[in-house]
Nanobody, 123 residues
Framework: VQLQASGGGLVQAGGSLRLSCTAS????????MGWFRQAPGKERELAAA????????YYPDSVKGRFTISRDSAKNTAYLQMNSLKPEDTAVYYC?????????????????WGQGTLVTVSS
C-alpha cells in the first residue's frame, strides 16, 4: 500500500488543522491506520490510531480530547482532525498502515509509511 499525506501548515495556538492520508490499493479496510509525529530532537510517537473497521481508536494522553482520527473506506482516506492545537504539537506528521496481526497501538506493526507533512503551531 502506498500512502500520501497532506494538510499540514502553520496555525496559531488554539487553532485547528485536518490532515488527510490517501492510500492506494483495494484493501484499505484491511489495514489499521495510524498518525505518528516527530518533533525536532525527539523520537517519533504514535499520535492516533484506528482499526480497519473504524470501531476502535487509540490516543495518547497528550492529544486525547483534542485529536480525532477517522477513516472513509469509500475514499481510501484516513483523517486526523486536530483541534485546540498547542505549540508542543509542532512536528512532522506521518501516516502509516499496519499489517494484520497487530493491535492498533503496536508501533512495530506499522510497516507502510507516507511522506511527512509539517505542522507548525505558533504561540
Amino acid at each position: 500500500v502506498q500512502l500520501q499525506a497532506s494538510g499540514g501548515g502553520l496555525v496559531q495556538a488554539g487553532g485547528s488543522l485536518r490532515l488527510s492520508c490517501t492510500a492506494s490499493g483495494r484493501t484499505f479496510s484491511s489495514y489499521k491506520m495510524g498518525w505518528f509525529r516527530q518533533a525536532p530532537g525527539k523520537e517519533r510517537e504514535l499520535a492516533a490510531a484506528i482499526s480497519g473497521s473504524g470501531d476502535r481508536t487509540y490516543y495518547p494522553d497528550s492529544v486525547k480530547g483534542r485529536f480525532t482520527i477517522s477513516r472513509d473506506s469509500a475514499k481510501n482516506t484516513a483523517y486526523l482532525q486536530m483541534n485546540s492545537l498547542k505549540p508542543e504539537d509542532t512536528a512532522v506528521y506521518y501516516c502509516a498502515a499496519s499489517s494484520p496481526g497487530y493491535s492498533i497501538a503496536a508501533i512495530e506493526g506499522y510497516r507502510y509509511w507516507g511522506q511527512g507533512t509539517l505542522v507548525t503551531v505558533s504561540s
